[in-house]
Structures are given as C-alpha cells and as structure tokens.
C-alpha cells in the first residue's frame, strides 16, 4: 500500500529510485513489489518509470458502490432533476467502462431510464469522458492502445486520437455535453465530482433529448446546475463522519 500511495496526481510517474523514497523502502524491496503489481495489473512499467493503471479503481469499488456514497448524493439528484425535469445520475470508471451507482428518473412520460448499477463503454457516454479526462494523458494514451473503441451508435467516436482531442477540450471547459453516442438523438451532459484532494473520482450527469433543447441553453441552463449539484456533493462528502 505504500508503494501505490506514493503515486499522486502530480507524481502520476515514479522510477523506481523515487518509489523506493517515497514508501521508505531499499530499491531491491521496491522493485519485488513492483513487479508484482505490474504482474496483477495494477502497475504499467514503460521503460525505467512506473504508473498506476485504472485496475486501483478495485481498491475503491467497495466504498464507492456502498450505499453511502449514493445515499449522499440521491438528495441533490433528485434537487437537481426537479429543476431540470431530466434524468440525472452518478458514475464511476471502472477500467474503460462506467458503472452507474444512482440514478434518479426524470418526471415525464417519455424519459430516458437507465438502472443503477449499468456499465457502459466509457468514451459513449458524458459522464465517461468527463472521467477519462481526469486520468493523466501518457497513461491514457497507453492504456486505450489496448481497447476497441467500439461503436455504440454511428455517431460514437471510435479512433483514439479524435477521443483524446475531445478528453482534451473537456479538461479546458471542465463539463462534456455529448450527442448520439450512447443512443441516437440522446444529449448527455455532465461535470466531475472531486475528493477532499481535488481528484476526480465520480461524475454526475443529465440525460435529455436533443429535440428539446439547444447545445448553447444546456450550456447555459443545465451546466451550472449541475457544478452547483456536484459542488454540493463534494462538500457533503467532505463532512461525513470519518472525513473531518
């Protein structure tokens, strides 16, 4: 556990001289352990450096599926789906793919519904570019080498390099409004959610269709809802007993 807490978001790649510094442990003590994580699939080794892969995500899954982080945020999605009148919804990533572990279901007749619990392939969907995004590009770049991009809908994005161009934008603009990649004419929109540290860990999203509304009224109606949803959240999170 040393040895994985000693990557960070600004330390993302770590010698094994550094990793040895930072979990006070002799080089040959380091690497044993190492290799074992790149062997378990948890550490990438390129060339002399060492990174994490998605595959740490395991370590949370238990906390993040629990149902107290769902519980924390069902309030604020059920708030924010009756300002917007729209399915809203929580994700994590799990390797490629996202898992969503709430949902909250939007009041009209004719709605998108999409059960808690549900994978889908991360680069089809709002909340899963908002998600990858947040993973640092060299290890993206890396880990997508392996994946198909397959399409969903004709609309998918299914080349590496016109997904890392729109990962991205997503970075600059810090939301994902996202057209006919999961389902044709469905609109997703979405905003991350932070920890305490400021990583990304989750992200929250609203689900419409396009013929009602407008990319430039979602971006100025939707998205702030939605930062001031997740913002909430965040702060929920940050006040939980245990995290004070």
């Known amino acids: 556990m040393s040895v994985l807490r000693a990557f960070t978001a600004e330390r993302a790649e770590l ?49 993040l ?25 929580m994700a994590v ?10 949902q909250v279901p939007s009041p009209k007749l004719l709605s998108v519904t999409i ?14 570019k908002v998600l990858l995004a947040a993973v640092p590009p060299e290890r993206l770049e890396a880990n997508l080498r392996s994946v198909e991009l ?9 080349t590496r390099q016109e997904l890392l161009a729109e990962l991205a934008a997503v970075r600059r603009r810090g939301f994902v409004i996202a057209d006919d990649g999961l ?9 991350p959610v932070r920890d305490a540290d400021g ?20 971006q100025r109606e939707i998205v702030p809802l939605l930062a001031r949803t997740a913002a909430r959240i965040e702060a929920d999170l940050r006040v939980r007993p245990g995290n004070r």
């Open 15 to 63: 010698s094994l001289t550094e990793v040895a510094q930072a979990a006070d442990l002799d080089r040959a003590g380091a690497r044993r352990i190492l290799l074992t994580l790149v062997e378990l699939g948890y550490v990438q080794q390129t060339e002399r450096r060492y990174a994490l892969t998605p595959q740490v995500l395991e370590f949370g899954h238990a906390y």
């Open 65 to 89: 599926t629990s149902r107290s982080l769902p519980q924390i945020a069902e309030p604020h999605l059920q708030e924010l789906t009756r300002q917007v009148r729209e399915m809203t919804a």
């Open 93 to 102: 990533l799990e390797g490629t793919e996202i898992r969503y572990i709430a």
């Open 115 to 128: 059960p808690v619990g549900t994978r889908f392939p991360a680069h089809a969907t709002s909340m899963g």
């Open 150 to 158: 397959a399409p969903v809908t004709p609309h998918t994005v299914t």
């Open 183 to 191: 389902e044709e004419g469905l609109r997703g929109v979405a905003v």
């Open 199 to 218: 990583r990304v860990f989750a992200a929250v999203n609203v689900s419409l269709y396009k013929h009602g509304s407008t990319e430039e009224g979602v």
